[in-house]
């Protein structure tokens, strides 16, 4: 293994280590409807995904400047629900969102830093359910 490969993985593993978990409440069957997405720009790597059959969003960070880069969830009317700020000294941030204690709608992610933005919307919705009826 060179040098390369492991500034790589001790990288890789600060940015795993410092996972934060917000709305930790687990209950019903909401689902986000596109499963991953992502986004790059020169300060920045947005990486997000919704594991199968969960009510969790992941999303991974990736700093590409030495500026602080602050990460927003927001409701469709624009209010902020979290906010974290990725500081300078950090290179990235893996965050993980409970979303089950959320109404159904329309959300966005924001990550602005160093002059730039990004915004990914996904929604969220209780799948319906289907009757069936059996006649013998």
Do not use: C
């Not at 999303?59 to 030495?66: L, P």
């Amino acid at each position: 293994m060179n040098a390369k490969q492991v500034v790589s993985i001790f990288a890789l593993a600060a940015l795993l280590s410092t996972t934060t978990v917000a709305n930790a409440n687990p209950t019903d069957d909401k689902k986000v409807s596109k499963a991953t997405a992502t986004a790059s720009t020169s300060a920045f790597s947005l990486w997000m995904h919704s594991p199968a059959s969960t009510n969790a969003l992941k999303v991974h960070v990736q700093k590409h400047t030495k500026e602080a880069v602050t990460v927003q969830l927001k409701d469709q009317r624009g209010a902020v629900l979290y906010s974290e700020k990725i500081s300078a000294k950090q290179p990235g941030k893996a965050l993980l969102f409970n979303l089950s204690d959320l109404a159904d709608g329309t959300y966005s992610l924001e990550v602005a830093g160093d002059g730039q933005q990004v915004s990914k919307s996904f929604e969220l919705k209780v799948p319906s359910s289907t009757r069936t009826l059996t006649v013998e």
